[in-house]
């Protein structure tokens, strides 16, 4: 019996897996059961056995998603507010180093509107988590004077996190951008000499 469990649940993160590379490569909307079935080299049937709708997979994918960036944010929550930043920073680079992905805020964002509401809402609270470190960060360096910057910590971790989104998708057309767009954000927290 402990074999037969283990075996649905590899199957069900192969299943999140290959989703997730289709989601980030292609977008949510642009793939289809049949996409992975054929990776997996199983019908749709098994798919629809550990997620009955599209829906279902989608959110499963999202919570994922927040799961893993609550853990790295709790990994790093003890650090000084500039070693965040440079976690903060790791994240873009790690989707930027594969050119054939979107990071998953942005295609969760651009997408927002056509997601099913289940994932809306899985989608909002991803990107609120995010938009939440982000501010953390800000305020962390204004309490350990290490960060000075005009506004609040809530506009300035909004606008990191807008800043950074936005430089992924420009870095896909131009790869320099991006360390243009982290030294911009330094500077922008009084951290550039």
Not at 34 to 44: A, F, Y
Not at 50 to 79: C, M, N, S, W
Not at 174 to 180: G, K, M, P, R, T
Request: net charge neutral; hydrophobic share 45%.
């Amino acid at each position: 019996m402990k074999a037969e469990t283990e075996a649905r649940t590899d199957t069900r993160k192969r299943i999140l897996d290959i989703a997730e590379e289709l989601l980030l490569t292609r977008g949510f909307n642009a793939f289809s059961y049949q996409h992975i079935s054929r990776e997996l080299g199983v019908r749709n049937a098994a798919i629809h056995y550990h997620f009955p709708h599209k829906t279902d997979l989608g959110t499963a994918l999202v919570e994922r998603y927040t799961r893993r960036l609550e853990r790295f944010i709790e990994q790093h929550g003890e650090a000084s507010a500039t070693a965040q930043l440079e976690r903060f920073f790791e994240l873009a680079d790690a989707y930027f180093r594969n050119d054939r992905q979107v990071c998953p805020s942005g295609i969760l964002t651009v997408e927002l509107h056509t997601l099913p509401v289940e994932m809306q809402v899985a989608a909002r609270r991803f990107i609120e988590v995010m938009r939440q470190w982000a501010e953390r960060i800000a305020t962390l360096g204004q309490v350990e004077g290490s960060m000075h910057f005009a506004g609040t910590p809530a506009a300035m971790g909004l606008t990191m996190l807008a800043t950074l989104q936005g430089g992924l998708q420009l870095a896909r057309i131009e790869a320099a951008w991006l360390n243009s767009i982290k030294q911009q954000i330094r500077c922008l927290l009084g951290l550039a000499d």
